[in-house]
């Protein structure tokens, strides 16, 4: 076994002085002086001698422990012990300095993770969501003030337990993003759900948080029905008030006596324009109707190279042309993904113009999504803010439906529907993304 270091430096310090102390000593028992003189000198020679040694042993091995016993102290934690000599003169006041440093940046390391760690609470208990973190074998290791009030429990009394325990095993074994309709002892209402996993201590761990989006939801009913009232009262009066004037006039002119020439001219013109404002107001609220019971998709296989030749065709425009030839699939409703296309590429063609151009084509962005395009080069498009809002229309003669129509057959297909202008030219883009089959 390697012998101690402090042995090895004792007995390197005494070797280091064993040739000159060994030929004073000769010289000391082989001269001319007593045997009191003689054991004098020995001492006088050999005492300093093993003096120095363990003075050297001592400068070596000493701050070695010292600088230890400061190593041990970070590792129990106490990042507040600094070594005093520090400098960069010498060897040993480096280390001390490094050490120091070593100290300072540990310590602020800690308040910095304190601090987070305080803010992360802190977060965590003023949250309106309920946080949950189960550790490998399923049970409760952490939960805030919302996850209490969602169980009616305390953390103290949930902590190892198991989800089926805690009334959450059905959240659990939803995926992340799913939605789940619940009672819990704390609440009634729908539950969005986010999981995801981390590690604590170097043991896996499972966080799941369950939102509250009943709240979210009527709000935003509520917001669509003042919409829609707003809208229909608008479009009703429209059709209304001329129709009850000329109701009043079309009276009047029967009750007189003797009724002037012109008189059937006049009712039959009102009569006309009754009719026309009637049926105007019965387009709308067939429109409505139309938008508001759009059936769930049936999906199937669709080819996007097939669908968009059948589509053009059935456009039956001469100026638009097909750029893409990529063969790829989605899955989808082909009727609903026909009238959606036929939207986009009618659009596209009364804003281009006679003497415009139209393209569609198709690539994929990323894995698992396909982008149809639909370019025009009309003159862009205003109001982008309001394009999908329902009956709202630039065109005259326009239901105002197409775009809001589209973009609900595009989102109850997974995918997402934009238009905007064009920044190489003039006109206008659809961008419709679909899940690949």
């Known amino acids: 076994m390697p012998q101690p270091l402090a042995r090895r430096v004792l007995g390197l310090a005494l070797l280091a002085g064993t040739a000159p102390l060994a030929t004073a000593l000769w010289l000391v028992w082989h001269g001319s002086l007593d045997q009191p003189d003689r054991v004098a000198a020995t001492l006088v020679l050999v005492l300093p001698w093993l003096g120095l040694a363990l003075a050297a042993k001592n400068e070596v091995v000493r701050p070695l422990q010292t600088l230890a016993n400061l190593m041990a102290g970070l590792r129990a934690g106490d990042f507040t012990l600094r070594a005093r000599g520090a400098g960069a003169d010498d060897a040993l006041g480096a280390v001390h300095l490094e050490f120091n440093s070593l100290g300072e940046a540990l310590q602020a390391q800690r308040f910095g993770a304190l601090e987070a760690t305080a803010l992360l609470r802190t977060v965590m208990e003023e949250i309106d969501v309920a946080v949950f973190a189960f550790d490998e074998a399923g049970r409760l290791q952490l ?92 479009e009703i009066n429209n059709s209304l008030a001329p129709i009850q004037s000329l109701a009043g006039t079309l009276t009047s002119l029967l009750e007189k006596r003797p009724r002037p020439d012109d008189a059937e001219t006049d009712i039959r013109r009102g009569l006309e324009v009754i009719a ?15 938008l508001a019971r759009l059936p769930s998709p049936v999906k199937g296989d669709v080819d996007v190279a097939a669908w968009v030749r059948r589509v053009v065709a059935l456009a039956g425009a001469g100026n638009v042309i097909i750029t893409s030839e990529l063969p790829v699939h989605v899955q989808g409703d082909a009727d ?59 065109k005259p003669g326009g239901t105002g439906i197409g775009l809001a129509l589209s973009r609900q057959i595009a989102e109850a297909h997974g995918g997402h529907l934009t238009l905007e202008n064009r920044e190489d030219c003039s006109g206008a883009i659809a961008r419709l993304r679909l899940p690949v089959g």
Do not use: C
């Open 143 to 234: 939960a805030n003030r919302a996850g209490e009030r969602l169980v009616g429990q305390p953390t103290e009394r949930m902590i190892g337990r198991t989800a089926e325990h805690l009334g959450l095993e059905e959240a659990r074994r939803l995926g992340a993003g799913r939605t789940l309709d619940a009672t819990f002892p704390g609440a009634t209402g729908r539950w969005e759900i986010r999981r995801n996993r981390f590690r604590q201590g170097g043991r896996p761990m499972e966080l799941m948080v369950l939102a509250d989006v009943s709240r979210a939801l009527r709000e935003e009913e509520r917001l669509a029905w003042r919409r829609l009232v707003r809208v229909l009262s608008h």
């Open 336 to 394: 609903q993904l026909d009238q959606l296309l036929i939207n986009l590429i009618k659009n596209a063609v009364e804003a281009a113009g006679p003497d415009g151009a139209v393209e569609v084509g198709w690539q994929t962005q990323g894995p698992g999504v396909v982008e149809v395009r639909v370019r025009d080069t009309g003159p862009g498009v205003a109001a982008t803010a309001n394009l999908f809002v329902p009956f709202f229309t630039t």
């Open 276 to 290: 026309s404002r009637a049926q105007a107001l019965a387009r709308f609220m067939g429109a409505y109707a139309r």
